[in-house]
């Protein structure tokens, strides 16, 4: 099979805008997620449980679809729950937390058109 000048260019475009969409993902996750703390009736607390009961990584990562997203940042937020950041192909941005020990999805923020988390 031989490849033509028009297949090269286009896969080099395409590999461009995928380093333009990993690049830029950071500056839409800081401008497209509210900054500082939330107010009081907007904040989650998960459980006080000891992290040997909690789910692993893994677990929670399945449930809420890391492979469906191009950027995923996740972490253990100060009110011990599971949170992620993502941003989607389509460039939206979603905001999720996840209980830790029942793998329930506690709160969700989304920016564009993504797929809500888990889905």
Known sequence: MTTTPRFHAFAAARRCLSA???????????????AGASAPSERVSCTTEPRSRWISEAEVKRLFGVDKYV????????????????????????????????????????????PRPGQ
Do not use: W
């Open 20 to 34: 333009l969409a990993i690049a830029a993902a950071p500056a839409l996750l800081a401008t497209a997620l509210p």
């Open 71 to 114: 950027l995923v940042k996740f972490k253990v937020s100060r009110a011990n729950c599971y949170e992620f950041y993502a941003v989607g192909r389509e460039g939206g941005v979603v905001e999720a937390y996840y209980h830790p020990i029942t793998g329930r999805l506690m709160k969700e923020n989304r920016v564009g058109t993504e």
